[in-house]
């Protein structure tokens, strides 16, 4: 089946730093999101990517699909400590455009 | 806010009981979905309802597990003869239209004793 890998796992990074994360699959994707989580709650979406080399912003956050459609990144700058959460990246199945499969995540904390 | 809504926020129960799960999606929302996120993991598609169309079930761990919508708004997840394994947080989610963004409740946590 389709599975999302995401690198890294966790990071840990000053406050003021840039980060970059990833997440790759070996089928294709036509659609990628990135989620953020924070404890206690549901998955809030920040950036939603709809075409291959689409490179898309939302304040602070980029995020980037992949050309082959096989992966896709996101980046924040400057990062502060409300970034803290774990960031997952999803697209929809193949054949559908409801079910979402989600990634592993990758969990950010940020020290001052 | 008028976003999802999910109750209980938390439910401990004994292995082998029932349990019934609520879920309020945003009004005017046609698409409902169900997740599970087990603890540290990504989460697990279980079913989705689109207006009044046959739900997709294909994510439905076991027959022990069934979800109902009435009137094209709330939903219910019931687990019968919950295992230890059923313990898990979870999510409902709704959209506008099916394939829309999908916008999360903050989940009910599961745990079996």
């Known amino acids: 089946g389709q599975q999302l890998n995401q690198s890294p796992q966790s990071m840990f990074i000053q406050e003021g730093e840039d980060v970059s994360m990833n997440c790759t699959s070996s089928s294709i994707f036509n659609t990628w999101l990135w989620y953020k989580q924070e404890p206690g709650e549901g998955p809030v979406l920040l950036i939603a990517?709809?075409?291959?080399?689409e490179l898309t912003s939302n304040g602070r956050l980029t995020a980037q699909f992949g050309i082959t459609r096989k992966d896709s990144f996101l980046n924040i700058s400057a990062s502060i400590p409300s970034d803290v959460g774990i960031y997952f990246c999803?697209?929809?199945?193949?054949?559908?455009?409801?079910?979402?499969?989600f990634g592993t995540g990758t969990r950010l904390q940020v020290t001052l | 806010g008028a976003g999802v809504s999910q109750s209980p926020s938390n439910k401990v129960t004994e292995k082998g009981k029932d349990v019934e799960l609520r879920c309020d999606p945003i009004s005017g929302h046609t698409a409902l979905y169900w997740y599970r996120q087990s603890l540290g993991q990504g989460l697990e598609f279980l079913i989705y309802f689109q207006g009044n169309s046959a739900p997709d079930k294909s994510g439905l761990p076991s027959d022990r597990f069934s979800a109902e919508r009435t009137g094209g708004s709330v939903s219910t997840l019931t687990i019968q003869r919950t295992q230890q394994e059923d313990s898990a947080v979870y999510l409902c989610a709704s959209s506008a239209v099916g394939g829309g963004p999908q916008h999360f409740g903050d989940g009910t946590r599961l745990s079996i004793l």
């Open positions: 999803a697209g929809p199945r193949a054949g559908t455009a409801s079910k979402l499969t």
């Open positions: 990517l709809y075409k291959a080399g």
